[in-house]
């Protein structure tokens, strides 16, 4: 159907204005001679007089921008506030107004109006519910279950959030509130002692899955950053010495000066290089594939660390992963210090460790005694640490290169906790398993000098009963 050349579809239509009018013929003069025709612009005249009333104003006769106008505007605002105001009655009534989203209802100032070219925007905001960490955040809530959400007690909680608060603080912005800084670190914290799923947890502090997982990791960066340079560093002098005459005090060993320890963090299988993290013991234990990372950690007689190596593959020994350490490059100790390790390290001439070969003498027997002495002093630690903060013995969904930070965390929490000598329930402990690989004794690595150095501590403790010990290799 094709679209007549004239202003209206037939003559008909025109002819209706004037009854004595005859029919013409149709001609290609036809729309040059409507201007003779006075019915015709009576009713032109008529129906330009109603598209355009008088103006009462000629300074008013300007052009509008091409946007909404003022008045549309006003208008176009007043029907949403009657379209939210309707939706707000139906949420109320269905019981579904906290899963909503909602509009703010207060509209910008005129500042922000004109910026938009005269339409008042609105701003959309989900409301999360978070009813539960507003109960435990309430000056009411017991002590005791808040040291057993969070592994510590309030005050302890409290010197956290003032530690990091410069490091974790956000500012506001025109769609929302900044996220508390308790309320930050809560949810990491939470989220490092109960291994919870992330969408749990999310869902408990009233946060986006995104939102939480960002904040998680800000969190334990700002805790590597602000608090491990305080309270995960190798000690002075003044405090090596008082670490030694701890250890000598219950083990008659002299000159020790930590005690090393590596466990394994379970892992998902990364997509690439996924051999590299296969845990050949722990999945012979488990009948179940197994990958993870290590974690070497070297204690005070406190159980407190004093010096940390996180994320080597889980397929390397104990002693492949110390090889890869720091402390392993700066392992002049000096003054004829040890560390003492398990026998999944090799002897050298800082390192101490039991003896591992067949048929042990008596003195060789008690030496391996005081050692596990002090083995056990990191064993107990390292166990508190996986009974704190929970997701170290599950397999998270974090991404591989976020894990140290994570891991490093952890380890400055817990330091914080032996400090202030946060207690752990019965119900979190457990039994600590990590499958040592026995290291054969002059296996390449050992000088003779640690070896004949072993042999003078093993009969010093049998002979002299750690009385008078100042005995060096």
């Not at 509009?103 to 500042?111: C, F, G, K, L, W």
Request: net charge negative; charged share 25%.
């Amino acid at each position: 159907m094709g679209i007549s050349s004239s202003p209206f579809p037939d003559d008909s239509f025109t002819s209706s204005f004037s009854p004595t009018a005859k029919k013409r013929p149709r001609t290609d003069n036809w729309f040059d001679d409507s201007d003779n025709d006075p019915s015709l612009q009576e009713f032109l005249t008529n129906l330009l007089a109603s598209d355009n009333p008088p103006e009462e104003n000629p300074a008013q006769n300007v052009p509008s921008p091409p946007h909404l106008s003022i008045s549309a505007a006003e208008n176009y605002t007043q029907s949403n506030r009657a379209m939210d105001e309707a939706a707000d009655t139906y949420f109320v009534h269905s019981g579904n107004s906290s899963n909503t989203k909602r509009a703010r209802s207060h509209p910008p100032d005129d500042a922000s109006a004109a910026a938009n070219g005269g339409v008042h925007r609105r701003l959309w905001v989900k409301n999360r519910p978070n009813a539960w960490w507003e109960q435990v955040n309430s000056p009411d809530f017991p002590d005791e279950e808040f040291k057993r959400a969070f592994r510590m007690s309030r005050a302890t909680f409290d010197t956290i959030c003032h530690e990091l608060e410069s490091a974790v603080t956000k500012k506001d912005t025109m769609l929302r509130l900044a996220i508390p800084v308790p309320q930050r670190v809560a949810a990491c914290i939470w989220r490092l002692s109960t291994g919870e799923a992330l969408r749990e947890v999310a869902k408990r502090f009233g946060l986006g899955i995104s939102t939480c997982h960002k904040l998680v990791l800000e969190v334990c960066t700002a805790i590597k950053t602000v608090l491990m340079p305080k309270l995960l560093q190798w000690p002075d002098e003044n405090k090596l010495t008082e670490i030694k005459n701890k250890f000598e005090s219950f083990s008659g060993i002299p000159n020790i000066c930590g005690s090393m320890y590596t466990t394994h963090i379970p892992i998902i299988a990364p997509k690439s290089n996924s051999s590299a993290y296969f845990n050949k013991k722990h999945t012979e234990r488990n009948q179940k594939t197994s990958y993870s990372i290590t974690l070497q950690g070297v204690v005070d007689p406190t159980g407190v660390f004093t010096d940390i190596c996180i994320g080597w593959p889980g397929s390397m020994t104990d002693q492949q992963v110390l090889e890869k350490s720091a402390l392993f490059q700066k392992s002049d100790l000096g003054g004829g210090s040890w560390i003492v390790g398990n026998k999944g390290y090799c002897l050298s001439d800082w390192v101490l460790v039991p003896y591992s070969h067949q048929n042990l003498t008596w003195t060789q027997h008690a030496f391996n005694e005081r050692i596990e002495d002090v083995q056990r002093v990191a064993r107990d630690s390292f166990m508190r640490l996986k009974a704190r903060w929970r997701c170290l013995q599950k397999r998270t969904e974090m991404k591989l290169e976020d894990l140290p930070v994570v891991i490093g965390a952890c380890c400055v929490l817990n330091n914080v906790c032996e400090m202030r000598n946060e207690g752990l329930s019965d119900e979190l402990r457990f039994e600590l398993f990590d499958d040592e690989v026995a290291v054969v004794d002059n296996g390449g690595v050992a000088s003779s000098g640690a070896v004949n150095g072993r042999d003078r501590i093993a009969h010093m403790l049998l002979h002299h009963s750690f009385a008078g010990t100042n005995f060096s290799h």
